[in-house]
């Protein structure tokens, strides 16, 4: 009886527990319903700090434990915030827009789709300011589109040129007798170079410095023509750091005025004609989305779907940071079996990932073309299984920015046997045939490399023959501007890679033309859940791994870790960007 008497307890107090903790968690959802709806009052200025992560599509979940916890991070579409600057050009609300932003965390080529949408709202007669206390290389080359550009008095520009660094790990093997075993097709497929060699190759050199240049011409191009600098004296300001300090970058023409953030605050209401004394009206950009002008509103029934592949290509579902087979391929079908579906643009941000995923989704697009037209819209980044999953498109359309190309495979296995002598561990393997096989604890034998490098060899062929067809080349063409060589899109389209320079809505306008329609609506592809593990799993006191390895380690020690540990869950054979590339 006592054991009844307090197995029933037992279940009586977990159900009152989880009964309170509903009626909080419902608690504090109705007082997040009940936050004040945005107004957007007359003669506002829509403000732009881009402080939240900039994806290309970051749809609003639903799910009410987002709202009440923020589980999710701090996200803003792309897709949003230009369709928010477009409706900000027709909305007599909004006399100007003010830029002051700093540590902007979107790729080159989302910068520039956005700055070109500012050029755009300037063409309807209304003013953009700029302000920072100082101005890192993103927020100047967004900011420089504005009429006036002004700085702290104790503030600075950065402009210096782009680099990125590079981590190696040979000597770190080495060292400690844990090392890759590489196997690889493609001169410049460097991915798995640091683990190879303790410095970096003249072929991996060469094409760094090519595509930097490139992306850099075209930031320099941009910023002369809206300041009236000549390319030459941009790059004498870049190498003697004439942006150094605030006089400096005003007698250089980087800035107009030197001024604090109150006197900024006044050139505002002068231009929107509000008394000093006033209260400046003005609205934020994620608030300003909030009101439904993220959204461009169409009454058309014949639709574009534009699908978005975000993200490394996996293996499985996929989700909103993961392109996986499962909700690309779910998202193409469902879109081609709507009636009112007339074509599909492919949104591609991604540096690629498993061969076999590329694969499956390049034949779904294969299926898809016999229905709907399908164009591709490449993003920051559509290289290796990227462009994989790209080049069969009726149609590619490329930011200048954009990074792709890196047509070329490889494959890594991790192998431990040099720390396993070390340690004095012998592995001793017995197996039923005598096929070849590999164990982490003993040195790769030639027969198993054999067999691997035909398995790498093959996956080159097919992506050489998609490419080839798809693109209306020869293989003997594609190979030699593939061996895994990167190229921005600038230089894509001289070689064929890409049919076009242009945005994303130059690719939906394209598609539309395929399809034979001049009025249109667009729906956005796929939808991303969370179960409700993930849900919970993201709670605020629930702190992430990640969020551990950073405290204990710092940012730069996660990178590395992060680095390895991308390496070591991927599986099968890669057809990946041939670096972790981060510009700066």
């Known amino acids: 009886m006592k054991f009844l008497r307090n197995l029933f307890a037992s279940i009586f107090g977990t159900l009152i527990g989880i009964g309170l903790l509903l009626l909080l968690i419902v608690l504090i959802a109705s007082l997040v319903s009940d936050t004040k709806e945005v107004e957007v009052k007359n003669n506002s200025v829509l403000t732009l700090n881009l402080k939240s ?24 579409g792309l897709n949003q915030i230009l369709n928010a600057i477009e409706n900000a050009s027709y909305d007599d609300n909004i006399k100007g827009i003010s830029i002051s932003t700093l540590g902007i965390s979107a790729g080159v080529a989302q910068m520039q789709a956005i700055r070109n949408k500012l050029l755009e709202f300037k063409q309807s007669g209304k003013f953009i300011y700029a302000y920072s206390d100082i101005y890192d290389q993103k927020s100047y080359y967004l900011s420089s589109v504005a009429d006036s550009v002004f700085v702290n008095p104790r503030g600075f520009v950065d402009f210096k040129g782009l680099a990125t660094e590079i981590l190696y790990y040979k000597d770190f093997e080495n ?30 050199k060469e094409q760094i410095t090519s595509f930097l240049k490139s992306i850099w011409n075209e930031l320099t191009l941009d910023i002369s023509k809206s300041r009236n600098i000549s390319i030459q004296k941009l790059n004498n300001i870049a190498d003697n750091l004439l942006g150094r300090n605030a006089n400096s970058a005003k007698d250089n023409m980087l800035v107009d005025g030197i001024i604090y953030a109150d006197e900024y605050k006044d050139k505002l209401k002068n231009a929107v004609e509000t008394p000093l004394k006033e209260t400046l009206n003005s609205v934020s950009l994620p608030n300003y989305i909030t009101t439904g002008k993220g959204r461009i509103r169409s009454s058309a029934s014949d639709k574009i779907a534009v699908i978005y592949a975000q993200g490394e290509i996996i293996y ?32 591609v941000n991604s540096p690629g990932g498993s061969a076999l995923t590329s694969e499956l989704i390049w034949r779904e697009i294969e299926l898809t073309k016999k229905q709907i037209p399908v164009v591709v819209s490449m993003g920051n980044v559509a290289a290796s299984g990227g462009y994989y999953i790209s080049c069969n498109a009726n149609k590619i359309i490329a930011e200048p920015t954009t990074i792709t190309g890196s047509i070329g495979v490889f494959g890594m296995i991790p192998n431990v046997s040099d720390l396993a002598n070390k340690l004095g561990i012998n592995a001793e393997q017995v197996k039923t045939n005598k096929n070849p096989s590999y164990s982490v604890f ?37 190979d030699s501007i593939a061996q895994g060589r990167v190229w921005t899109g600038a230089q894509a389209i001289k070689n064929g890679l890409v049919d076009e320079l242009g945005n994303l809505h130059a690719a939906v306008v394209e598609a539309a033309s395929l399809a034979g329609i001049t009025d249109y609506g667009i729906r956005n592809y796929p939808s991303y859940h969370m179960n409700l593990e ?26 590395i870790y992060k680095s390895l540990r991308n390496m070591t869950n991927a599986k099968g054979i890669q057809a990946r960007l041939p670096f972790t590339l981060t510009i700066n």
Not at 176 to 191: L, M, N, P, Q
Not at 318 to 346: F, H, Y
Not at 446 to 472: P, Q, S
């Open 316 to 347: 499985g579902k996929g989700d909103e940071d993961n392109i996986g087979q499962d909700l690309i391929i779910n998202a193409l079908r469902k879109a081609r079996e709507s009636a009112n579906t007339k074509a599909i643009v492919l949104r």
């Open 175 to 204: 060292k400690f007798g844990v090392k890759y075993e590489v196997i690889r097709h493609g001169k410049y497929k460097s991915a798995v170079e640091p683990y190879l060699t303790n410095k970096m190759s003249d072929n991996n």
């Open 53 to 76: 992560v900039v994806k290309d599509y970051a749809p609003k979940n639903s799910n009410f434990l987002d709202e009440v916890f923020n589980i999710n991070e701090r996200k803003i």
């Open 442 to 478: 003993e040195p790769i034998s030639d027969e198993f490399k054999k067999v691997t490098k035909e398995g790498i060899e093959a996956v080159y062929t097919t992506f050489l023959d998609r490419v080839a067809k798809g693109r209306n080349l020869s293989v003997e063409t594609v």
């Open 534 to 559: 993930d849900k919970f799993s993201k709670l605020p006191f629930i702190k992430s791994k990640e969020k551990i390895l950073i405290e204990e380690f710092g940012q730069e020690n996660y990178r």
